[in-house]
T-cell receptor
Framework: SQTIHQWPATLVQPVGSPLSLECTVEGTSNPNLYWYRQAAGRGLQLLFYSVGIGQISSEVPQNLSASRPQDRQFILSSKKLLLSDSGFYLC???????????FGSGTQLSVL | LAKTTQPISMDSYEGQEVNITCSHNNIATNDYITWYQQFPSQGPRFIIQGYKTKVTNEVASLFIPADRKSSTLSLPRVSLSDTAVYYCLVGDSHAAGNKLTFGGGTRVLVKP
């Protein structure tokens, strides 16, 4: 069966520090991968999506970047965090055949 | 990608049926309609998916009229544990760059 791993679960970082969040999917190949962010009490904002290795689409201009170095690995990064980067970050995947999303457990990021 | 509109919140009581309607006037021919449930500090969880008419599974029913410009998620006999945010998502992961963008969601509060 397929599983998605996302870590860390919580993270507290100072303003100006770098960020690296990792997501991996097991049990499938060539998944579509997504990064979402959720501010407290708000909806899900799509940040990045990827249909293949090295193929990244960005939805909104921001202080973040994403990379997909391997088929089932998706990384969210920042060189210098801002206070506004705080939020709940979720990685998700879909099989290439349909749009049923499977989410990771999320990372709660607090930038202080 | 079809934009969705849902009520911001709904209150209900245990044992009642809850119906949440999502408007998607610009739905495309290839778009499916998918509903997710999200509890605090967790990733959304798939509930049900449909293309037209009616779909039913062990937790919910999805009603889609012939013009597909709206859909209604029906939760029968809700319990306190059904208190969550419910999202309607319309999209085709094979088209438009595979964007899957969520709307604002409906916050459902089930009271005893």
């Amino acid at each position: 069966s397929q599983t998605i791993h996302q870590w860390p679960a919580t993270l507290v970082q100072p303003v100006g520090s770098p960020l690296s969040l990792e997501c991996t999917v097991e049990g499938t190949s060539n998944p579509n991968l997504y990064w979402y962010r959720q501010a407290a009490g708000r909806g899900l904002q799509l940040l990045f999506y990827s249909v293949g290795i090295g193929q990244i689409s960005s939805e909104v201009p921001q202080n973040l970047s994403a990379s997909r170095p391997q088929d089932r690995q998706f990384i969210l990064s920042s060189k210098k965090l801002l206070l506004s980067d705080s939020g709940f970050y979720l990685c998700a995947w879909t099989p290439a055949a349909n749009e049923k999303l499977f989410f990771g457990s999320g990372t709660q990021l607090s930038v202080l | 990608l079809a934009k969705t509109t849902q009520p911001i919140s709904m209150d209900s009581y245990e044992g009642q049926e809850v119906n949440i309607t999502c408007s998607h006037n610009n739905i495309a021919t290839n778009d499916y309609i998918t509903w997710y449930q999200q509890f605090p500090s967790q990733g959304p969880r798939f509930i049900i998916q449909g293309y037209k008419t009616k779909v039913t599974n062990e937790v919910a029913s999805l009603f889609i009229p012939a013009d597909r410009k709206s859909s209604t998620l029906s939760l029968p006999r809700v319990s306190l544990s059904d208190t969550a945010v419910y999202y309607c998502l319309v999209g085709d992961s094979h088209a438009a760059g595979n964007k899957l963008t969520f709307g604002g969601g409906t916050r459902v509060l089930v009271k005893p």
